[in-house]
């Protein structure tokens, strides 16, 4: 089928704000809503490209959410995803239907899970766990910590709660309190008040000055004498060049042999990486893997019109767009302590040059911008390809952040 449509995903936090996984949905155009074949093509698109033959499931530990429509519950995509990594998300009223509650039961013996919407949470009655391993909370805009109360005082050991739409920190602390599960949209991008502003920590401050020694090209010994400063640093090179599989079989002991198997350029996008890691400003996990992701994206989309090597630089303006979010500082600030090119500079600040606009469509995917298919258009990148990618980035960004 051919693709028209983009992927979008939504963040789906437990109560300690951690990733657990994802909704990912077509983007409605125009008040259109997606059909049948579209919700279908969706879970057969994903299947595709997060399930490999012989890797298995890219997403490490993340759940899955996907829209369904009864009309698809026996879709054979359904058999190429892990049935405990997948939710299909219904509305309560589809469970009416006496074939479809049988078609959901199957599936929740299959070890699929069952999302539902759109119902009056109050009259799902007791036997809503043989259906139903997540019920969705829609909040009003009123006293959102009431509304959790109640939903609190119906959660069964069987079923999952999870809140939408929390669109203030205060809001999702109040499904938290409770135990809620909760999808946070554009919340992860808003700083928590009351979080001190630390700037750079000491660890920041060598990973700095590293990726400066490495951008100017300087000799391996004095990278090897400012790394030996810091002594987690170091112990860290040299576990990730060990797992990497850099050492072809022979454990890598020292330092110096470690950046030389590495080489400047990958050793760089490490650093960048941990520069981000290493942030003690208290944001939430899901910042990070945002940031990670949104490099990866940025990165894959300029593939094919990039001189070769570029790609480091899109990586880093995807990296580095929020930054200063995991810094706590404003973007200026944090773009003087590190030496960076200019286009990269121009891409961050204002989203121009020859990199911004892809930079600027990586993010569109994952904020549900209407910008999305203009600026695919503009870059000539087909829907497809931008979907692809997408699930590419995502799946990439476990592997890293994990």
């Known amino acids: 089928m051919h693709q028209t449509n983009f992927i979008v995903r939504e963040p789906l936090l437990d109560p300690k704000q951690r990733v657990i996984g994802y909704e990912l949905s077509w983007q409605q155009h125009a008040g259109q809503l997606a059909t049948d074949a579209d919700m279908e093509a969706l879970v057969g698109f994903v299947a595709e490209n997060v399930n490999d033959e012989e890797r298995g499931w890219l997403l490490r530990d993340k759940v899955l959410f996907l829209d369904a429509v009864p009309a698809m519950l026996s879709t054979d995509a359904l058999h190429d995803m892990p049935p405990e990594r997948t939710v299909l998300t219904l509305r309560a009223g589809d469970l009416s239907d006496p074939d479809t509650l049988a078609a959901v039961q199957g599936l929740r013996a299959g070890g699929v899970g069952i999302s539902v919407r759109e119902g009056d949470v109050t009259q799902l009655g007791k036997h809503i766990g043989r259906s139903a391993s997540y019920v969705e909370v829609r909040f009003s805009g009123a006293d959102v910590a009431a509304q959790a109360r109640t939903y609190a005082a119906l959660k069964q050991a069987s079923v999952r709660m999870v809140g939408r ?13 409770l135990g809620l ?222």
């Open 181 to 402: 599960d909760a999808f946070v949209g554009k919340l992860h991008l808003t700083p928590r008040p009351g979080n001190p502003v630390k700037g750079m920590n000491p660890a920041q401050t060598i990973i700095l000055q590293l990726m400066t020694m490495v951008q100017n090209n300087e000799d391996i010994p004095r990278i090897e004498g400012v790394l030996k400063r810091d002594p987690a640093l170091s112990y860290k090179l040299l576990r990730f060049i060990n797992t990497a599989g850099f050492g072809s079989g022979r454990e890598i002991q020292s330092l110096r042999q470690a950046i030389t198997m590495l080489g400047y350029a990958p050793l760089y996008r490490w650093l960048t990486l941990l520069l981000a890691t290493a942030s003690s400003s208290g944001y939430s996990p899901v910042l990070m893997e945002t940031a990670v992701i949104r490099g990866r994206l940025a990165e894959l989309l300029g593939q094919k019109f990039m001189p070769r090597g570029e790609g480091e630089n899109l990586f880093v303006c995807g990296m580095f767009s929020l930054l200063d979010r995991l810094l706590g500082l404003p973007m200026k600030e944090v773009l003087d302590t590190i030496p960076l090119p200019d286009e990269v500079v121009r891409a961050l600040l204002t989203r121009g040059g020859s990199y911004g606009p892809y930079l600027a469509l990586a993010e569109a995917c994952e904020l549900n911008s209407n910008l999305v298919a203009s600026l695919a258009s503009s870059l000539d990148i087909s829907p497809e390809d931008v979907n692809r990618m997408h699930l590419q980035a995502l799946a990439w960004a476990q592997n890293v952040t994990a």
């Open 165 to 177: 739409p929390v669109t203030t920190w205060a809001d999702f602390d109040a499904c938290a309190a």
